[in-house]
């Protein structure tokens, strides 16, 4: 009895733990550029955050860089 209790309160941990995963999973998938500030701490800069943000959920992707941008700030 004892054993099926503890069994029972690991699995609801294991559950919560994986919901909060799972939030988080969705969080950053929705937004690529906070993971890669976030988890990868990357200073990314405003253009780049668009760049990920664009590359993450468009199908076509296109962009033509230039020395120029590198300077933006």
């Given at each position: 009895m004892?054993?099926?209790q503890t069994?029972?309160?690991a699995?609801?941990?294991s559950e919560k733990i994986l919901n909060g995963v799972a939030i988080w999973a969705s969080f950053y998938r929705e937004n690529p550029q906070r993971f890669a500030k976030d988890y990868l701490n990357l200073p990314l800069k405003l253009f780049?955050?668009?760049l990920i943000f664009a590359m993450m959920h468009n199908?076509?992707?296109m962009f033509w860089?230039?020395?120029s941008q590198?300077?933006?700030y």
């Open positions: 004892i054993k099926t069994d029972k309160l699995n609801e941990k780049q955050s668009f199908s076509h992707f860089a230039a020395r590198l300077m933006l």
